[in-house]
């Protein structure tokens, strides 16, 4: 069994950062992909981000180049470095072992002036 827990939403500016954390039990986080993904209100799932058990990352293009993924295996979590927010970034974000039905509860960013 595998619990995630996210953290770190907010409430920030357009423009401005947050970083989002998603911590995990269990022993077998460091031989996975884990992924972020986000829903606003009235839309689907969307994904975010991927990092590999290797270290590689992919991002859609809504996201790309302002997002950035990373994992500490030594502390079982994984981050979402969010810069130069958007207004549409807003959502609640969800982490999640990839491939798998282990979803966390999800924490809210809201971007607004």
């Known amino acids: 069994q595998v619990h995630l827990v996210e953290s770190g939403g907010g409430l920030v500016q357009p423009g401005g950062s947050l970083r989002l954390s998603c911590a995990a039990s269990g022993n077998i986080f460091a031989r996975n992909n884990m992924a972020w993904y986000r829903q606003a209100p009235g839309k689907q799932r969307e994904f975010v981000a991927i990092i590999t058990k290797d270290g590689s990352t992919r991002y859609p293009d809504s996201v790309k180049g302002r997002f950035t993924i990373s994992r500490d295996n030594a502390k079982n979590t994984i981050y979402l470095q969010m810069n130069s927010l958007k207004l549409e970034d807003s959502a609640v974000y969800y982490c999640?072992?990839?491939?798998?039905?282990?979803w966390g509860q999800g924490t809210q960013v809201t971007v607004s002036s």
């Open positions: 999640n072992m990839w491939l798998s039905n282990y």
